[in-house]
């Protein structure tokens, strides 16, 4: 029957696909030889040992808290501490699910666990005040811990931040092929290294400064155990944007946008500015989805205004 050869056909195809990008999960020790540093501290909070970097000033006692976006890990902001940790205490960390943090095993991705793990997190380390600067999904965490933690967050950072429902982006390759139910389980098995360099393609604006190094750090952290699971989760269980309560923000707000963002369009820069009432808007033209990673210079250069 042809319907039998067109099934055979297709299930050969997979099977191939299969055979020819299957990448089993990097050994933990692998990893965390070649990306932890001299900085680089464990700490273990709701059942999770969480890889973070607690740098710069130690008796800041404002220090900064940086939360990196999806699929991403501590290392995003290299370039920014570099700049800042001669000036301020900075305290960055691995999110469950991505880098060497490694998967949630309660397997709860959601915005709330997010914010039950980062106060949880920051009591850990007996942190009573902060500013928390997040990209991205770390973004939506940030402002939603100013909402929750009011005495804590003495202010926020939002570098193109989740918030609003997405219209008209292109998006992201990596995260739409999750989003396939026939291709997700196949992802928890496979990863081709160019899905890695195109989703970082679409992440940045200037395509010359994604580095070698940098596809390979990106993919050999995805290849973390439970990290591709994880990311899969992630993605399932995303809700419907949580908007309504972005204008419950009462905290100093800056927001940093890449003005040629494809994954989360410049144009909810000027919503956030809109309905947080104690906020200023920055746009970097020659920037995308990263502008921490793209344009460190320039992103410094804003939050030092408001760092002095």
Known sequence: MKWKKILGI???????IISLTY??????????????NKSSRFLS????SVHYRDEGIAEDTLPLVMIHGLSSSLHTWDSLVVRLKDKKRIIRMDLPGFGLTGANPGRNYSIAFYNQFIDSFLNKLHIKKCIIIGNSLGGNIAWSQSI???ERVHSIVLINSAGYLRKNEKGNIGFKLASIPILKNLITKTLP???VKKS????????????????DRHYDLLLHEGNREAMIEL???????????????????????????QMIDVENAYKFNRDIKNSQVHII????????EETPAEVFKILITVLN
């Open 10 to 16: 297709i299930l050969l195809v997979i099977i191939t």
């Open 193 to 195: 290294k160019l899905i």
């Open 285 to 292: 033209s020659s920037s995308g989805h990263v502008p921490m």
């Open 235 to 261: 993605i399932r269980q995303r809700k419907a944007s949580s908007s309504a309560s972005i204008n419950r923000v009462s905290c100093p707000t800056l927001i940093i946008w890449g003005g040629n963002d």
């Open 200 to 215: 970082l393609e679409d992440a940045y604006f200037d395509k010359t400064k994604i580095t070698s190094e940098l596809v």
């Open 23 to 36: 990448k089993k999960d990097l050994p933990n020790d692998f990893l965390k030889s070649k990306y932890t």
């Open 148 to 150: 929750l933690n009011v």
């Open 45 to 48: 909070t709701l059942g999770i």
